[in-house]
């Protein structure tokens, strides 16, 4: 088993930046691929990123060429680097580790203001 907290979300303007982490915890994720989601008020919850095992990254056409995924495998870690935020980012944003099934962590809130 697995455990993901998330971390670095917040409140930001519109263009800003956010670098959202991904701490897991119980197993290495080395050789596994890990993603995040995101989930808006009223929304169901969306892909938005993720990196497999040889650092192949895969992105939503909603925000490619603005967020970038990346893994520290040392610190057993996933980055979401958000960049040129829009209010339409605003959501909880979740990490998922896919093994023998897949696991969430809780969620970290960005709120992007106009």
């Known amino acids: 088993q697995v455990q993901l907290v998330e971390s670095g979300g917040g409140l930001v303007q519109a263009g800003g930046s956010l670098r959202l982490s991904c701490v897991a915890s119980?197993?290495?994720?080395?050789?596994?691929?890990m993603g995040w989601f995101r989930q808006a008020p009223g929304k169901e919850r969306e892909f938005v990123a993720s990196?497999?095992?040889?650092?192949?990254?895969y992105y939503a056409d909603s925000v490619k060429g603005r967020f970038t995924i990346s893994r520290d495998n040392a610190k057993n870690t996933v980055y979401l680097q958000m960049n040129s935020l829009k209010p339409e980012d605003t959501a909880v944003y979740y990490c998922?580790?896919?093994?023998?099934?897949?696991?969430w962590g809780k969620g970290t809130l960005v709120t992007v203001s106009t």
């Open positions: 990196i497999i095992w040889s650092n192949r990254t």
């Open positions: 998922v580790a896919t093994m023998e099934m897949d696991y």
């Open positions: 119980g197993r290495t994720i080395t050789s596994y691929a």
